[in-house]
């Protein structure tokens, strides 16, 4: 968590947002002030998300494109579950990684017949069993006693269920913002025991054994050592298909791919991550056998934005604060991950009030949200050149891992506002 004492001091990331990014954030406050109820005195400040669709769309089918062949894209749904996002990857992406029935049944809503990969580690029976109901792809399987549960229930249902082995492997692996492989975590199956689960899976006439999953780095910004850290799982999955036998249909190397919140300049490089893949690939391909992909962050954190209305500036024991209509009940990814997220001011000219304007320059604050913690900070000790009360501070990289993983109802604020720019649907949606 961020340490709201600390004096450091941090030059703000300007990410200069699109004229359309822009464009909708005034149309918003204007809007504000248009809507007005004659009979109340307030306006209601800017707060929303503000997702561009277009961007999320043109960016996935390059990905997309960019892809080998005998390979597939899936979007990890639990970046962003969001319905408008899903129903715009849906047509571009090869289908969708979920980790819950609730992810699964958001999806089957929206296309029912759609690729739907099922995973993570503490599936309850009822979720299997819906799973099963939803026709999903493949499922992964995180441990022996998990393997006998699919196999019960898919003997109660007269079914046949397509796994994969989800692995933590026993090798050192490339570090990145968080890591579920190579060292003791909760996840996959140790490697020291794949050929018990192998074997078990062999025996169970209700399963399938459709592959291996391996997912050992969330947010790795090395794109050479993800080529090497997928190299390891194809040198892997071919020594055990040597080993033990085996005919399989998938590899899964799940996602990692990372995004830089401190140095948002720092990318990681696609192409040669792109590059480096199809050498190993083409290499090392493993007969019959298709690589799956399923980023989440990666997909959809440059298609969002988060704007919200300056409501106050204050000092406090000579440090100086905005205090912002929002925080991290809205967006909790910064306090959580202990970064200053990248920002844009947006000076606004209109003023409400018949007195004097609260207003600094060259100075140094912290944007602090609106709850009754000192631990509600979206960025620290950043110096601006100017700021008011009534600019927005638009951040940026906001369309992972933001509503959905915060406090919402935390002093039962009011939620954000959604907006949606789609060119093809005649502009923006609001929600």
């Not at 969001?82 to 715009?88: H, K």
């Not at 899964?252 to 990318?267: K, L, Q, S, V």
């Not at 009030?353 to 140094?364: D, G, I, K, M, S």
């Amino acid at each position: 968590m961020l340490n709201s004492n600390t004096t450091q001091t941090h030059a703000p990331y300007i990410a200069q947002a699109p004229s359309s990014i822009m464009d909708e954030v005034y149309r918003i406050r204007a809007a504000e002030q248009a809507n007005r109820d004659p009979h109340v005195i307030s306006r209601k400040p800017v707060c929303a998300f503000i997702y561009d669709l277009n961007t999320l769309c043109e960016r996935t089918r390059s990905k997309v494109a960019d892809m080998p062949a005998g390979t597939h894209l899936f979007y990890a749904v639990k970046a962003n579950p969001d319905p408008r996002l899903i129903e715009a990857l849906a047509p571009i992406v090869d289908g969708f990684e979920t980790a819950s029935i609730g992810e699964v049944q958001a999806i089957r809503l929206i296309d029912p017949d759609v690729h739907i990969i099922f995973g993570g580690p503490g599936k309850k029976d009822i979720e299997i069993e819906q799973a099963i109901d939803h026709n999903v792809m493949l499922i992964h399987a995180e441990s022996v006693h998990e393997i006998r549960r699919i196999a019960w229930i898919a003997e109660q249902k007269n079914k046949t269920v397509q796994i994969l082995l989800r692995v933590n492997l026993r090798k050192s692996i490339p570090t990145g913002t968080v890591t579920m492989g190579g060292k003791p975590t909760q996840f996959g199956i140790d490697e020291v025991q794949i050929g018990e689960a192998i074997q078990l899976v062999q025996s169970l006439p209700q399963l399938t054994l459709a592959g291996f999953h391996m997912h050992s780095v969330s947010n790795n910004l090395d794109a050479q050592l993800h080529v090497e850290l997928v190299h390891m799982y194809i040198q892997s999955v071919s020594r055990w298909i040597r080993e033990y036998n085996l005919s399989i249909q998938y590899l899964n190397a799940g996602g990692g791919f990372g995004i830089c919140y401190t140095e948002p300049d720092r990318h990681f490089e696609w192409e040669t991550f792109i590059n480096g893949l199809h050498h190993i690939w083409s290499e090392e391909v493993l007969p019959g056998v298709e690589l799956i992909f399923e980023p989440g962050r990666y997909i959809v954190a440059h298609a969002g934005y988060y704007a919200s209305e300056v409501i106050d500036l204050k000092c406090n024991h000579d440090k100086h604060y905005a205090i912002l209509r929002g925080g991290t009940h809205h967006f909790r990814l910064p306090v959580s991950w202990g970064h200053n997220q990248p920002f844009q001011m947006i000076a606004i000219e209109q003023w409400d009030y018949p007195f004097q304007r609260p207003r600094q320059e060259q100075v140094t604050l912290t944007l602090a949200g609106e709850l009754c913690t000192p631990k509600d900070i979206l960025a620290q000790e950043v110096t601006l050149e100017q700021i008011a009360v009534g600019d927005i501070v638009l951040f940026s990289i906001a369309g992972a891992y933001a509503w959905t993983i915060s406090h919402h109802d935390f002093l039962s604020h009011p939620h954000p506002d959604m907006i949606y720019i789609d060119h093809h649907t005649g502009g923006y949606e609001s929600l």
